[in-house]
Every structure is written in structure tokens, then in C-alpha cells.
RNA sequence: GCGGGCAUGGUGGAAUUGGCAGACACGUAAGAUUUAGGAUCUUAUAUCGCAGAUGUGCAGGUUCAAGCCCUGUUGCCCGCACCA
């Protein structure tokens, strides 16, 4: 039987063009399943092997779903605005909406060559202004809730594609996108209060299930840590506020820290007589990123303040204040007390610049030879009230003690921070703001909304910075909405990740233009049952989207706290060197070569059988063979089908592999679930025939990995409608354990010989087979058996000793 | 430095979670078929050996029994990184 998958895979997909059966039903009463992937950003290079990994997986799990009843929910679309489709256009001159139409034709053209039953009547693209009209309303939301605001900044600025980025964005000092060295610029941005939501999105993990480490990730992001605020009183007869997690150490405080761009140094710049050293200090520090700062993590600098210090409030004593840049400005209060006792970095500060080091938690070693930050043992010392204390407790009585003096309280805080939600560009959704001269800055009415992308000659960001849009006086000159006075558009537009932050919601009902969605069917579809994605988008876009999720159902515009119950992430798929497929490293494999040579079916299989899809694995063009010798003796069954019924020597075989494999789609084994087919496969073969029935349930397993061949043999064998819409196959519980088993006998724990008894033989039974088992007679002999272990279906071992 | 993960044949990887290590494939070898090559089929394939022994990065431990649990250690990968 000639096994043409060209022709097979064409005509198939045809027939599902044309009968939609993929699309996802009306019907409201049906139980459902909502099945993510995340929708890819239609790059020109089209897709390599990586991307269809974790739309195969979730194709399987959504085409199992429909054929076990469920109504599914598998959409796809485009996450289109970003900056290498506009350098693109701004290198060739192309409008930025034709490259993108371009890349898409191309990405769902490659998509549909795989056969994945996405259900394309949803199809969206984040760039379309019926789609990005509700990206701005979100945005509109959030500024009437107050979550979003204007601030003068310190940003992180890519000096190659002259746009701000968020932290984020910035890797090792570098951008994440283009490589280019990032430096620090001051300049106004909107942002995001994703800090509100922290401790939201913090709880909210609790009952979800997201792989362990995508919970972690997460959790260590957003950096919640607990501690004190404490108010020092200073010469200057002000006070500075300092963020401790250890307050519990407060008189061992022999100096402060406070990070070079802190406001105080202005307010007491008449004071300061080394002012000059001091900002000499602040311009160096500002010249550095981010990256260099915390690089040089060997020597730590700083200058005093001469002229205003702090007094240390349970002491009483007076301390000098330092500018550091291992003081952070964006975290805490940007200023820190000092405690070289028990801090590293304090205490390497303090031994650079000979300040006194004073134990107060005794348990450790000399304090002038190492910082002791142990908090689990040790007690308080040299620390008047507190003495003989635990850390734990310590805590506490210092806490209520600052709070009766009102100097100090519990306080909270988090590493991340609000979300820079402005770049200086063309190709992102317009922010639908004005900057009215007498009101200020005023939302432009819904109604009015999509606010459209204006034409512009060019692509390209101004010299200063500043996005082309502000080229465009006629678009930028406006009158208030409010006042009805002069104002001016926002130039700047939102970043790539604003519409990929709730297209999850557009799928569930994309044509409406009334709402995001219409409630009914978010209520029905919410929340995503099954969400895969890359690990690199936990902290970004995953934690972006769950943040608007929650705003959104805070707003009571959808019902669900959560947007994703289930997270998952896929494994890379390396090159066949080992190395990270890329176009730099020639070790890309294009996905059409593989559909052309081998086949979507054999394509599918081999990315699934590949190994563990968590596990990153290195393609191997030679082992596809083995995936394409399957379907091939798979389809050659057709060739010994007889009758019809059941065949008793393949039944228990047949009622085994649809358990393996429906319980193997549903823990994501996609490699063990078409192992178990092959070793059917092989089984059949050994017995020489199989039944039209078997042929039929067999098609119907394989079809969610190999959706093409399993709709040609169902055919073939005049099987009536579409197999992947047919009922998954059920198996027989009673019929997927054998009568008798094969029970190892170890004697000493080696293995000597095998019995043959019973599945619920007991354990007398068990040991009368044993030790009338030659073998194992001949492997005790000579010998006392000492202990019987039986365990019952899985092994025996006696313990013998020599007589 | 902190956090998470991984280590099994020539290769990709299995192992019901403490119960026959190497399922299923790739590759390789021999044979069959073929004018030849390719394809296909059969058999073998952890290592060393004659019936036996040894084997899951390394060193210990717990157990009747360890790839799996515990202690230590090495190497690699991925996050975060002066967060007070």
C-alpha cells in the first residue's frame, strides 16, 4: 500500500476547510475546554521546528477533548505590533501593515500544512483597530481606576532601536531584542501600577496548576519581603526613613546608606561641605546602567556627607550618612541603616572605610572577620531591651517598640516594579490620551475609540527619541474632550506586550463590537483550561496578562480572578548539534522542508516522540525515518484487515494501549503514548491479522497525533464521517490486566527465574509456584531461607543463608 | 552568591514512583529480496565472559530490594542577582 502523504494531507485539510468541523460550538449547555497556545509573533523568517512542538501537543489534547464530547475552544492569531516588523519596514520602505499581512499569509499557510485544528473562524490579529479599539479601552480603564500615570523617569533606553524598555526587556545590560548596549535616560513615560496588584498576584497562585517552577519564577519576581520602616532623626533637624528587614539589629546601626539619587542630598546641599565630592559621585553614578552598577559588585565606593548625620534612635548616638550606589534608589525608601555586624554588604562597606563593626546576634564567629546573618539561631546582644532575645522575637519587640515611639512600622515591600508602559514608536497601538492645557491629561470618550494608527512618511524615531507620530502636527493638534481647548495627542504608543495581555478573552467571542467580549460567553469560557508557553514569558507576559486579568475582574468585566487554571511549558528543540537553533548558528530546520520530504503526519509524530515535552531535545533528521516507518506499516494494515469483531489475542493488547494513551495525552507523555502505539503496531504484526473494528479504533487513537492518515484509513475501510470528530475510544478496565502474570523471583535480590501465576494469586500460593520451581530450587540450594518477601503482582525475594 | 532543573547503551529516550534497568525508536552488524543503489523483511545489539559477573556522573548510607530515598561531591543547563 503506497503511503502518498502529500496527496492524503492535502485532501484532508480540505475537507476541514470545508466541514469546519474544528470549530468551536454555540452551544453554551455542552461542557467545554478552552486549550492556549501562545500566539506567535509573525517574524519574516517564517517558522522553524520549535514552534510547532507546542501547538502539536495541544492540538492532541484538544482533538482528544472533542472526541471525548467536549465543546473546544483552540484558537489561534497574531500577535503582530513590534519593532522587527517596523525596522523591516523602515530598511525597505514597506508599510509596516504590509509586511505583517505578508508574515502572517506566510505563518498560517505553514500552520494549516500541519494539519492543527485550530478553529480559524476566531482568528485575530493584534494590530487589526477592531482588536486594539478594546486594547486601548483596557488602557482607558486602567487610567480612570488611576492605575495609569505619568512620571519623569530614569529609563532604559536601546541607543540601536532608540526606544525605552521596560526592566524586563533589558538582559545583561543589553536588549533583549536588537543586542545593543542600553543606557540610562530621564525622560516622562506612562506607567502601569502592576505594584498594586503584587500581592494579588502572589495569592493567586494558590490553586492553580502551574508547573512548579513557573510558580517560583514568579514568585521570586515579584519579591515580597517583610520588614520595618524606621524614621532616623538628623543634625539637619529632618528625619530619613529607612527600609530594614532586620530591625531586630537596629544598635548595631553604626552608619547609613542612602543611594546616590536620593532627594535628601538637595535638601541639604546648604549643609553639605563636601557637596562637590558628592555630586561628582551622583554624575558618575549616573552615567552607568543598571548592569554596571550592580557588576561591579567587587569594590564598593561611596562618599560621607560631611555636615549632616543621623542619630540612631535607640542608641542615641550619632552616625555618619554615606551616598553608595549598592544602595538601590527604586527600592525601598533608597536609603538603608547600616549594620556591618550582620549584613555582607555592610559589612565589606564598613571594613573599606574603617567604621565600626558591633555585634548585637551572638552564635556566630568574630565579627571583624565575617558578616553573621544567620536568623535561625543566635541571641540579641548589646542591645539594651532585646537582650537575650531570638531574631524571631526580637523582630516583634522592636516592631511594637517603634510603633509606641512613632518612629517606625511593619512594613512590606516587593522587588518589582511598575510596568513602563510607553515606547517612542510607530508600529504599537496609539495611547488613546490627550494633554489638554487646561486639564491636564484627559482620556478620549469610548465612543470615539478605535483611536487609528495615523499614516506617516516615515517609520523612523526621531533624533531625539521621540515616536514619529510627533512629526504629525494635523494628528497631534486636537481639541480637549473635556474643556474643548487646545491639546495634544500622546505621540507615544503601547509596548508589544499590551495586546498579547488579554487576547485570550477576544477568542472567546472575536467579532463582537460591542465589548471585549460579550459576558455570556466569557462566563462559559473562563477560565483557560490548558495554557502552554515558553518559560521565557513568565515573568512578562504571563505575569502582565494575569495582572490585567485581575484589574479587568475587579472591574467586574470578566468573572474569573484567574485567567489560566493550568500552565505548562514546553522544552526546546535544539539544533542537531545540540546548540539553540538560530539562524547565526546554521543550525535551523525549516518545518516545510520536513512536511515535503516526510510528511505533516511524520512530522507531528517525530516532534511528539522526540522526548520528554518539558525536556529540551536535539532534532535528529535521521530518527524521523523511524516515525515514517510507522505510518507506513501503520497504513499497510490495510493489507491484512479481515472481518470484523473482535480478535481475541489482540484484545487485552488493544484495551491496554487506549488506556495508556488516554492517560498519557492527559499528563502531557506524548512520547510514551506513541510508544505504546508502535509496540501495538508491532503486536498485530506478530499475530498476522487484525479486524476492520480494531483497524477503525486503532485509526481513531492515532488520529490526534497523525489527524491525515487516520481520516484516510477510517475512510479506506468505509468508516462513515470524519475520525476526528468520531468518539474516543473507552477501554475495559477488566480487560487491561492479563489473567496470569509473570512474577521475577530474586533470591538474595538477584533474579534467578520467573512463575507464572494468577493476577490475585495469594501469597501461598505465590511461594507453593516458587519453590517448586526448578531454577529457583537450584539457585537456593544448600542454603536456609531466611525471610519470604511477596509482593503481590510485582516481585518475590527470598532471603537465604548459607547452612 | 541565591533559586530551580538535569546526569541512564554508539544516539534520542523508557522504567507503573522503592520491585526483572534499557520499553519504543535511531544507528550498527549479519542474512533475505533486488541488475545495482535505495526501499523493505528477518535476526542480533548495555559491557566482559564458556555456564557467571558487572553496570544508571562520583563517594558513602538506609532497605529483603535503590536509576528512584538520605548525606556528601563533580559537571552541565536555566532563572534572579548589591532588593537592605
Known amino acids: 500500500m503506497l503511503y502518498d502523504y502529500t496527496s492524503i494531507e492535502k485532501k484532508w485539510q480540505k475537507v476541514w476547510d470545508e466541514k469546519q468541523p474544528f470549530a468551536a460550538k454555540q452551544d453554551f449547555s455542552l461542557p467545554k475546554y478552552y486549550a492556549l497556545v501562545e500566539f506567535p509573533y509573525p517574524s519574516g523568517q517564517g517558522l522553524h521546528v520549535g514552534h510547532p512542538r507546542p501547538y502539536t501537543a495541544l492540538d492532541i489534547v484538544s482533538r482528544k477533548k472533542r472526541m471525548q464530547g467536549y465543546n473546544v475552544l483552540f484558537p489561534m492569531g497574531w500577535d503582530a505590533f513590534g519593532l522587527p516588523t517596523e525596522n523591516y519596514a523602515i530598511k525597505n520602505k514597506i508599510h509596516p501593515r504590509i509586511v505583517t499581512e505578508r508574515n502572517v499569509a506566510r505563518f498560517k499557510s505553514q500552520l ?104 517560583t519564577q514568579q514568585i521570586n519576581w515579584i519579591g515580597k519581603s517583610t520588614g520595618a520602616e524606621i524614621d532616623f532623626a538628623t543634625t539637619a533637624g529632618d528625619k530619613l526613613r529607612v527600609y530594614t528587614t532586620r530591625c531586630d539589629t537596629l544598635f548595631g546601626a553604626t552608619y547609613m546608606v542612602i543611594a546616590p539619587e ?131 522575637e526580637a523582630k516583634k519587640k522592636m516592631i ?100 498579547s495581555s488579554w487576547y485570550f478573552l477576544r477568542y472567546c467571542d472575536p467579532h463582537n463590537d460591542k465589548a471585549l467580549a460579550s459576558p455570556e460567553a466569557l462566563k462559559y469560557w473562563l477560565p483557560v483550561d490548558w495554557y502552554n508557553g515558553g518559560m521565557e514569558h513568565t515573568t512578562l507576559h504571563l505575569l502582565y496578562s494575569r495582572f490585567w486579568h485581575k484589574f479587568l475582574y475587579d472591574q467586574g468585566v470578566v468573572p474569573t480572578p484567574e485567567p489560566y487554571q493550568k500552565r505548562t511549558s514546553h522544552g526546546m528543540i535544539l539544533g542537531e548539534n545540540g546548540e539553540k537553533m538560530s539562524k547565526s548558528r546554521g543550525n535551523v530546520v525549516n518545518p516545510d522542508d520536513i512536511v515535503r520530504d516526510y510528511g505533516a503526519d511524520t512530522m507531528r509524530l517525530y516532534e511528539m516522540f522526540i522526548g520528554d515535552f518539558e525536556q529540551s531535545a536535539p532534532w535528529n533528521t535521521q530518527s524521523i525515518k523511524g516515525c515514517k516507518r510507522f505510518l507506513e506499516r501503520f497504513m499497510n494494515l490495510l493489507d491484512i484487515v479481515k472481518g470484523e469483531g473482535v480478535t481475541p489475542e489482540l484484545e487485552r493488547p488493544m484495551h491496554k494501549m487506549i488506556k495508556k494513551v488516554t492517560q498519557d495525552i492527559d499528563s502531557m507523555r506524548f512520547n510514551t503514548a506513541i510508544a505504546a502505539m508502535m509496540a501495538m503496531l508491532n503486536t498485530v504484526y506478530d499475530h498476522g491479522s487484525l479486524t476492520k473494528d480494531e483497524l477503525d479504533t486503532f485509526a481513531k487513537v492515532l488520529s490526534p497525533f497523525a489527524p491525515h492518515i487516520a481520516e484516510e484509513v477510517h475512510e479506506r475501510i468505509g468508516g462513515k464521517g470524519l475520525v476526528s470528530i468520531a468518539p474516543w475510544p473507552v477501554y475495559d478496565e477488566a480487560k487491561t490486566v492479563d489473567a496470569t502474570v509473570e512474577l521475577p523471583v530474586q533470591v538474595n535480590g538477584k533474579v534467578r527465574g520467573v512463575v507464572s501465576v494468577a493476577k490475585d494469586a495469594d501469597k501461598d500460593a505465590v511461594l507453593a509456584a516458587v519453590h517448586a520451581d526448578e531454577k529457583i530450587q537450584a539457585a537456593r540450594a544448600g542454603s536456609a531461607v531466611v525471610k519470604e518477601i511477596v509482593v503481590p503482582g510485582k516481585i518475590v525475594n527470598l532471603v537465604v543463608k548459607p547452612q
Open 112 to 215: 494549516k500544512s500541519l494539519g492543527l485544528s485550530f478553529d480559524w473562524s476566531r482568528e485575530i490579529n493584534t494590530t487589526d483597530p477592531d482588536y486594539y479599539k478594546w486594547t486601548q479601552w483596557i488602557f482607558l480603564q486602567l487610567f480612570k481606576a488611576g492605575l495609569a500615570y505619568k512620571k519623569e523617569m530614569a529609563v532604559n533606553f536601546c541607543t540601536s532601536c532608540k526606544v525605552v524598555l521596560a526592566n524586563e526587556e533589558v538582559v545583561n545590560g543589553s536588549c533583549e531584542r536588537c543586542g545593543a548596549p542600553v543606557i540610562r535616560k530621564v525622560k516622562s513615560q506612562w506607567m502601569l501600577k502592576i505594584t498594586e496588584y503584587a500581592e494579588k498576584l502572589i495569592d493567586g497562585l494558590n490553586g492553580l496548576d502551574f508547573i512548579e517552577r513557573v510558580k
Open 400 to 499: 511594637e517598640y517603634l510603633e509606641e515611639k512613632g518612629i517606625g512600622q511593619a512594613r512590606v515591600n516587593f522587588k518589582l516594579r511598575d510596568w513602563v508602559f510607553s515606547r517612542q514608536r510607530y508600529w504599537g497601538e496609539p495611547i488613546p490620551l490627550v494633554n489638554c492645557e487646561n486639564c491636564g491629561w484627559v482620556a478620549i470618550p469610548e465612543e470615539e475609540l478605535p483611536l487609528r494608527l495615523p499614516e506617516v512618511d516615515s517609520y523612523e524615531p526621531t533624533e531625539t527619541g521621540e515616536s514619529p507620530l510627533s512629526l504629525m502636527t494635523d494628528w497631534v493638534n486636537c481639541s480637549c474632550p473635556k474643556c474643548g481647548g487646545r491639546a495634544k495627542r500622546e505621540t507615544d504608543t503601547m509596548p508589544q506586550w499590551a495586546g
Open 262 to 392: 536620593h532627594a535628601m542630598i538637595e535638601k541639604w546641599k546648604p549643609l553639605l561641605q563636601n557637596f562637590d565630592e558628592i555630586r561628582a559621585y551622583q554624575e558618575a553614578a549616573s552615567r552607568k546602567s543598571d548592569f554596571e552598577r550592580t557588576e561591579l559588585v567587587k569594590e564598593k565606593t561611596g562618599v560621607m556627607l560631611s555636615g549632616v548625620r543621623a542619630i540612631n534612635p535607640v542608641t542615641g548616638k550619632e552616625i555618619p550618612i554615606f551616598i553608595s550606589d549598592y544602595v538601590l534608589a527604586g527600592y525601598g525608601t533608597g536609603a538603608i541603616m547600616a549594620v556591618p555586624a550582620h549584613d555582607e554588604r555592610d559589612w565589606e562597606f564598613a571594613k573599606k572605610f574603617g567604621l565600626p563593626i558591633i555585634e548585637v546576634v551572638a552564635g556566630g564567629e568574630d565579627v571583624e572577620k565575617a558578616a553573621y546573618t544567620d536568623t535561625a539561631t543566635g541571641k540579641l546582644v548589646h542591645s539594651g531591651f532585646l537582650d537575650g532575645l531570638e531574631v524571631a
